[in-house]
């Protein structure tokens, strides 16, 4: 079994910033892509930011400049620094991660998903 654990959601005002962790623990043999995605009200999910095992990164054009996307690989965690923040970020904010456990046939991972964390950003 594969868990994700995030943290770091909350309340901020404009232009305030805030970090999101993502810890992924289990039987893990290996993890690839990692990854933020967020949703808002009404809208569909999107891909924020992600970051292969090598340290590729790419991000949604909405967020360019404001946002950051790490990984620590000895600690199987991803982060995500948010700065400038706007209006229009408020979202659940959902990490996921593709990941090969030790039990798995396969040569491929899953994808595993965090329970979500809701980003709110007052004007």
């Known amino acids: 079994q594969v868990q994700l654990v995030e943290s770091g959601g909350g309340l901020v005002q404009a232009g305030g910033s805030l970090r999101l962790s993502c810890a992924a623990s289990g039987s893990i043999f290996s993890i690839n892509a990692m990854g933020w995605y967020r949703q808002a009200p009404g809208k569909q999910r999107e891909l924020v930011a992600g970051i292969t095992s090598g340290g590729s990164t790419n991000y949604a054009d909405s967020v360019k400049g404001r946002f950051t996307i790490s990984r620590d690989n000895a600690k199987n965690t991803v982060y995500l620094q948010m700065n400038s923040l706007k209006p229009e970020d408020t979202a659940v904010y959902y990490c996921?991660?593709?990941?090969?456990?030790?039990?798995?046939?396969?040569?491929?991972?899953?994808?595993?998903w965090g329970q979500g964390t809701q980003v709110t950003v007052s004007s």
């Open positions: 996921n991660a593709k990941i090969l456990t030790y039990g798995s046939t396969r040569s491929v991972g899953n994808d595993y």
